[in-house]
């Protein structure tokens, strides 16, 4: 439902983000009656040619084969380049993920390839004003004020924000660069998106990622979505839902506070309350326990305390489930039903289930109900997480995170030790970049840094209330814009506290306009990854190789050389390149790169890709199936696309990539597998191994630990191992033998080198053994509160944390509307980069809050008013109002891609001349609140309070 047009300003920014017109909008960009008009109305995303005014059209045309830069799918584009400008683009028909198919964001990318918003150049605010620098000014100074920091205050007083639209190759270097200069505060927007995900499910099964491909939806016979609006916020991966539908009559289930575009093609939907998932989930389990639905020999042979989750359930009969949920006792029944009788079923989820203050026991109930239906490790089963940039995947694995190294190594010193012989570096040298001294028992290389959600308070909290010897003094913004973060009252407070703000995009974002600063803001301009190459993961954990398109546009430079060129200002680029070549323009080989990662990955099997073998499945993407991923014929023969990990060992082993996790029907050489033995071998007395059962092929018929040289000697089979493999893995195991020998000789005998373990229904080091639902921090239901009460305040890693104080308080009658978010079709993300692309920006001109006839009703709103938004936390936007029965009574829905406004004040005299986007409005973040997940300090945005009134 969009926004009627009427009643609305020419200046979109001046008039608080009311918006302009379709006739001035065309105007102000400069695109003839009919242009994006037409644009709009393309099936599949064909796009007209724009052809570049100065390029001759008989140009010879090169084709460029790349990816969406939007969300995590991967779609295929051909680009069309003539002269270096970039003219047209087509949708990839061959591609096997998205065969032609693409989406508003997609079809309009080839704006890239002129970024009329975009910086042009570095930048630096000087008494309110922005000067232009040169490259050279620019790191000299960022270098000179960084160094300062670290020699008053210690490297933890730096702040590294990266991003999940770095390539594979830009992440790594960004993690390796914090780790140089000696911090852990370092972290991209998986924190805020799905970081409860890779907490909830790694304790569960092992690994924390999406488990099957998106085209084996298309072998669901049930489709359970909870928390997540594909048809808007992943289309193309809504095709292949809609292939299952077809094919085999699949029944779609939907679970979700809205009525949304994906519901409209459900064959059930249950409207739950935000933030009872949990009860929810327990409520089908309860049906299936009590109907003897689930798989009994699946839990027997594969599963670890089922028993302790059919205590659980018990707490949650049909008539409190609807007490606590709002769905009726037929509703969850059915939900229940339908996914017992149509098996193999899938599970699908995002940030509607993760955004939560008990996300990561949200994401362990999902996979406990898989876990029950015996739907795991199977083809057109497990959890299919869809994630919402397009390399966020790879971002998480690369460990571009404050609580781990890449690979999900962690911090501890054998960590640290691991990734320094990767690098060829002496581990004192490493350890020397660190703080020394201990707080809270814990030296600062060893601790969790600080989260992104939470970098304000890192700024803002007092010296003697964090774990690290000063606060946050300076901060890189690098491709991560600040809107994305709840409580934007102390983003703008500590935007303005800072000594220094350095914001590196090819976007000015909202770190570098929100705040009252007049001095010490740096714009610099990096390229987009369209101007660079280097691979990319999708959701289903495929690399691709990204070639470049088109030069990088204006001064802009690629997010590598600017790192290299600060490394060496910093005076430590030997050291961050030692392993990695340089070009004769003095630039970092991105092929070097990804074999350096690749060298380090064991843990993930992110190890036997290689740049060369990723290139040739990108050039050859046509000849893989889009039902199986697999290349019947070609060069890649036998390969599944992109060698989702766990490609084992090393590229020369030639493993063909995992596109089903956990799959024990397949020989661990073909892509089988097992749950990860990640937990250890017993608890409390009982076995943590597997019970009989095993992938095919495996001569240890029954569960077995984790390999080690250890483990190899014990089986016979140390001197199955070369010469050079024995060197290199004496005393190792296959997380840290950089020969690959330990991981070939268990893959030899048919075995997983992870081991072969249960899934675990409880966690013994979380706060909850098994989920338990709390009620929200801001929840509507105060009768609730004292039997699902939430935490007691507590510490998580180097901040206090606030719990059980923000809930006591009782904020319903001054805010008695329920808030959530979500996101649209047109934009992605913070927004800026797509509401500065004008085929986008004209689809919708507005940002809106939904809410139900009768609440508007009650408050005298029309369809189209402006409305006063309030947060319980003060925070007020300025906006219209959609009225619409698709919310129900007593909530409320905004899409969070919006800023550029804040309480109703434009923020367009703060931008750079020419870099205004074409559309700006509010940011949902304004009015959403506190609250935080004690495992992954993921930030609660679906369920808060607020009130509306007629502006």
Known sequence: ??????????????????????????????????????????????????????????????????????????????????????????????????????????????????????????????????????????????????????????????????????????????????????????????????????????????????????NDIQNANAIFIIGANPAEAHPVA?????????????????????????????????????????????????????????????????????????????????????????????????????MAENRPGTVIWAMGGTQHTIGSSNTRAYCILQLALGNMGVSGGGTNIFRGHDNVQGATDIGLLFDTLPGYYGLKTGAWKHWSHVWDLDFDWVKSRFDPNEYLGRVPMNTPGIPCSRWHDGVLEASDELAQKNPVRMAFFWGQSV???????????????????????????????????????????????????????????????????????????????????????????????????????????IEDITRELNRGMWTIGMSGQSPERLKMHTQNWGTFSNKTLKAEGGPAKGDTYGLPWPCWGTPEQKHPGTEILYDTSKNVLDGGGNFRARFGIEYQGESLLADGSFSKGAEIEDGYPEFSADMLKQLGWWDELTAEEKAEAEGKNWKTDLSGGIQRIAMKHGCVPNGNGKARCIVWTFPDIAPVHREPLYTPRRDLVSKYPTYDDMRVHRLPTLYKTLQEKDNTVKYPLGMTSGRLVEYEGGGEESRSNPWLAELQQEMFVEINPADAADRAIGNGDTVWLEGAEGGRIKIKAVVTPRIPKGLTWMPYHFAGVMHGESLEPNYPEGTVPHVLGESVNTALTYGYDPIAQIQETKASLCQITKA
Not at 146 to 151: E, H, Q, S
Not at 157 to 164: K, L, R
Request: glycine letters at 8%.
């Open 238 to 338: 809504m095709r292949h839902l809609l292939i299952a539908k077809e094919k085999n009559n699949a029944k779609l289930i939907t679970v979700d506070p809205r009525f949304t575009r994906t519901t409209a093609h459900a064959d059930l939907h249950c409207a739950l309350r935000p933030g009872t998932d949990i009860p929810f989930i327990y409520g089908m389990l309860w049906h299936i326990f009590e109907n003897g639905w689930e798989d009994k020999t699946f839990i027997k042979e594969r599963v670890f305390e089922m028993d302790t989750i059919r205590e659980e359930v018990k707490k949650f009969p049909p008539k409190e489930v609807e007490l606590v949920t709002g769905c009726k006792e037929e509703e969850v029944y059915q939900a229940a039903k339908i």
């Open 483 to 589: 809107n994305t973060s709840t409580r934007q009252n102390h983003v703008r407070e500590a935007l303005d506290k800072l000594e220094t703000v350095v914001v590196v995009d090819p976007y000015p974002t909202m770190a570098g306009v929100m705040h009252n600063r007049k001095n010490g803001v740096y714009l610099l301009p990096a390229s987009t990854q369209f101007e660079t190459e280097g691979s990319v993961s999708n959701s289903g954990r495929s690399q691709q190789w990204r070639e470049k398109v088109i030069e990088p546009l204006f001064e802009s430079k690629t997010d590598i050389e600017i790192m290299y060129r600060l490394s060496q200002k910093l005076g430590f680029a030997d050291e961050f390149t030692k392993r990695i070549a340089k070009d004769s323009n003095d630039m970092l080989v």
């Open 1 to 214: 439902m969009k926004l009627t047009r009427k009643s609305v300003t020419a200046q979109p920014a001046k008039a608080a983000g009311l918006g302009i017109n379709r006739r001035q909008f065309m105007k102000q960009v400069g695109i003839t009656s009919g242009g994006i008009a037409a644009a709009s109305m393309l099936g599949t995303g064909m796009m007209r040619r724009a052809e570049a005014k100065d390029i001759p059209h008989d140009a010879p045309i090169e084709i460029k084969r790349t990816v969406c830069s939007s969300c995590a799918v991967g779609c295929g584009l051909y680009a069309e380049v003539q002269n270096g400008v970039w003219t047209g683009q087509e949708p990839a028909f061959d591609h096997p993920f998205n065969s032609g198919g693409h989406c508003a964001k997609g079809a309009a990318l080839r704006e890239h390839g002129h970024g009329e918003k975009r910086l042009k150049y570095p930048m630096k605010l000087v008494d309110g004003k922005w000067k232009k620098l040169s490259w050279k000014q620019a790191i000299n100074e960022v270098g000179d004020k960084m160094l300062d920091v670290r020699k008053e205050s210690g490297p933890d007083s730096m702040y590294f924000m990266g991003s999940a639209k770095f390539s594979n190759e830009g992440c790594y270097m960004y993690r390796k660069m914090a780790a140089m200069w000696g911090t852990n505060n370092v972290d991209h927007s998986a924190r805020i998106c799905h970081s409860s995900t890779v907490a909830g499910v790694a304790n569960t099964w092992g690994y924390g990622a999406q488990t099957n491909s998106f």
